[in-house]
């Protein structure tokens, strides 16, 4: 039934929820786990400045140390849980707006279910933070499995 | 409350200017925002799959061209011209301040900026000096930077707008406040759009605009007048004697003191100015790093040669067609000086597409600037001080959050502070350059040549600059919000210490409290004074790598001491 599974992660507690939940699912089904995180370009350009987007554009996110350092950091935990318990793993770390980037990868790389976090917001913190998930959830066609944090 | 008796007091009118709606400066203003938009949009940062392969990389010249749109704000555009108008010789200080700024920023900083490889002037300092204390002060300083520079640029917009778009009116306000209240939401509005698109390539367009608005205004004032032909940057010497003292008597009028203390302040803030420094961190390489400077002081020339042809051409046909310009017989308002350029081009009955031009060139160049500065300052806000040092764990939602709120709040308090502006638009911006002369200067200065720099001589340094900023500001510049105080407090104090020029008493100050502070202290450790000296050492370095990188990877054999 499953193949490939993509969980994508921003190194939250809330992300991290998910992880279980994906891991399960991959060791029942032997499937493939995608690990990825979304640099996020509206962050970057507004608490670092556009510069910092043309230094993406540029393509030298080696000198980007903080950058790199977080989005690693949130696919490696998944990884080497991952690894721990014999399930196959790809790493991936990709910018752009998070819930197109998700997307994108999912139907480029057939994935069969996207396992996501969710912080479970309402009202107005919703309405200004946003969901990547319910985006997610809105652009794909692909199944998507939410988890909850609450 | 003493902001609403305030509020009521301004009612800055430019006299001689025409102030109705018109459809053709309108057009051409919402034009060129949206052509700045297009051009951001087509060349935003795609969604990448692969982040590890390089991209294109920007040259000399584009970002030049950037540095000069960056810099190019309703000060260079409008400001400049209105001082050399106001006080013809004084005026030259800012010509002269601000190109030597970047001779200093050419020779000194450039290069070594780019090899440190950090993100903004908050990071630098904060890493240099190993101290999120630092940091935050910096941070700081780069948010009230932003508000004051940004106040004069809400006075340009506000001024030039009322050319273009007549007086809208706002209920309980001047037509001049309610313009400035339009212009800024457009202001905050474009920047909610812009924020995301990549910023080079639309400022080397900005760039091209602007100047071109500028020349040919120039070009065409000076030959449907007489004045010139084909070089009216040197032609407007013949009108010099014909101008007044303010012109051909240098000094007369203004004591060389303010001259010299002005001039100081303007160069030392250009070198610590946060949306001037941040072209420099993201080029390829050092020497790219150098080049764009003399790209762009070349850049910035075409400007700086220009306007006080402008002036003396719009001075000229003010004292003809609508009365005294000098103090002495009655004189100019500040206002009127601010839009001199706008001013000039409509007395010499150019086509009013034509000053439109003009007119909406301002416009654009202070929008531009202003959302510079806003990011600068949200990001100081949402990256050093929110995610740094409040929450580490912040989400990249959470920052963007952060982010749109600091610039809103950063819109709201400008569009206060420029309802009853203190001072004329060059004015108004010197504060910020003495903010930054004061404070982030030495820090860069000392931070990057004097490895012994540490961290208590850093925020002794920093402390210092600020309270010396702030001590004219508040003698000269408070009371014009205070009502019924006539200021400035104490006349000796602005005369020795104006507010227009603390940083020539500040720097030198500062540079003392922070080596002592350092001398008796404890020495910074090897690893950050190897980064120091790797920062300018004579052996070049590869493209892409910062002087981290250099010292994390060589092993312990130090560069030679220079």
Redesign the interface.
């Known amino acids: 039934m499953y193949e490939k599974i993509l969980i994508p992660t921003d190194g939250s507690d809330t992300a991290e929820m998910a992880v279980e939940h994906a891991l399960d699912l991959a060791e029942t089904y032997g499937a493939e786990l995608h690990t990825l995180y979304v640099v996020d370009t509206d962050s970057m350009s507004l608490s670092l400045g556009p510069e910092q987007l043309d230094r993406i554009e540029q393509g030298n996110w080696g000198e980007m140390d903080e950058v790199r350092e977080r989005a690693e950091g949130a696919t490696r935990v998944v990884a080497d849980r991952g690894r721990d318990r014999g399930i196959e793993i790809v790493e991936h770390v990709a910018s752009g707006r998070p819930h197109s980037v998700i997307e994108e990868y999912a139907e480029d790389h057939d994935v069969d279910l996207v396992v996501m976090g969710s912080h479970g917001r309402s009202g107005i913190r919703r309405a200004l933070l946003g969901s990547v998930t319910e985006r997610t959830l809105r652009s794909t066609d692909i199944p998507v499995l939410v988890v909850d944090a609450r | 409350m003493t902001v609403p008796t305030a509020v009521l007091q301004s009612g800055l009118l430019p006299e001689g200017l025409n102030v109705s709606f018109k459809l053709a400066p309108a057009i051409i203003v919402l034009g060129m925002l949206l052509l700045f938009l297009a051009i951001g949009f087509v060349f ?15 040259g000399n010249v584009e970002n030049g061209m950037a540095i000069g749109a960056n810099w190019m704000s309703a000060a260079s555009y409008l400001g400049m011209a209105a001082l050399i108008a106001l006080s013809g010789f004084y005026g030259l200080a800012f010509v002269v301040g601000w190109t030597t700024g970047y001779f200093i920023l050419l020779i000194f900083m450039a290069a070594q900026l780019r090899r440190f ?1 950090k ?2 002037a908050p990071d630098f300092v904060g890493d240099r000096f190993n101290s999120d204390g630092a940091r935050a002060i910096a941070a700081i300083t780069t948010f009230l930077i932003g508000f004051v520079y940004a106040i004069g640029q809400a006075r340009g917009m506000g001024l030039v707008g009322l050319y273009i778009f007549g007086d809208i009116g706002l209920p309980g306000l001047s037509g001049y406040q309610s313009m400035v209240v339009f212009m800024m939401a457009i202001t905050v509005g474009y920047l909610t759009i ?7 390539k639309n400022m080397a367009v900005q760039y091209v605009i602007l100047i071109v608005a500028f020349l040919i205004g120039l070009f065409l004032t000076g030959l449907s007048q007489g004045y010139s032909t084909v070089l009216p940057q040197l032609e407007y010497g013949m009108l010099i004697s014909e101008l007044g003292s303010e012109f051909s008597e240098p000094f007369v009028n203004q004591p060389y003191y303010i001259w010299i203390a002005t001039c100081f302040s303007l160069v030392v803030g250009t070198c610590g100015l946060p949306h001037v420094l ?2 420099f ?2 080029v ?1 390489s050092e020497r790219t790093a150098r080049w764009s400077t003399v790209w762009g002081l070349f850049f910035i020339c075409l400007l700086y040669w220009s306007a006080p042809a402008f002036a003396a051409f719009g001075t000229d046909l003010y004292g003809e067609q609508v009365g005294a310009v000098y103090a002495a017989e009655g004189g100019m308002t500040s206002a009127a000086g601010d839009v001199i350029v706008v001013l000039a081009a409509q007395l010499a009955n150019l086509p009013q597409w034509l000053v439109g031009l003009v007119a909406a060139g301002g416009i654009a160049a202070a929008i531009a600037t202003t959302a510079g500065l806003f ?2 300052g ?2 100081a806000i ?2 050093d001080i929110y ?1 740094n040092i409040i929450n580490p ?1 912040a ?10 709120l600091s ?1 809103i709040a950063l819109g709201v308090i400008t569009t206060l502070a420029a309802l009853d502006p203190a001072a004329p638009i060059a004015a108004l911006v010197s504060y910020a350059f003495s903010l930054a002369g004061a404070v982030l200067f030495p820090m860069f200065f000392l931070g990057m040549w004097w490895e012994n720099t540490n961290r208590p001589g850093a925020l002794a340094g920093m402390m210092t600059g600020l309270t010396i900023w702030t001590i004219p500001m508040i003698n000269e510049v408070l009371p014009n919000y205070l009502g019924g105080v006539e200021g400035p407090f104490s006349a000796a104090l602005a005369t020795w210490v104006p507010a227009i020029g603390s940083a020539l008493i500040a720097v030198p100050i500062v540079f003392a409290v922070t080596i002592v502070v350092s001398l008796v202290t404890e020495e910074p450790d090897v690893e950050t004074k190897r980064i120091v000296r790797q920062c300018h050492s004579p052996e070049p370095m590869g493209q ?3 002087a981290e ?1 250099v010292v994390a990877t060589d092993g312990g054999d130090a560069p030679a001491d220079d």
């Open positions: 935003r940062v795609a969604d990448t799959e692969n982040m590890w392969v390089a991209g294109r990389s920007i490889g993100y903004t812009s924020g995301m698109l990549g910023a080079t941040v072209r961190y993201t390829e990011i600068a949200s990001s949402s990256h995610t764990e989400t990249q939602r959470q920052q963007v959050l952060v982010g749109r610039i892409h790598r910062t990188d």
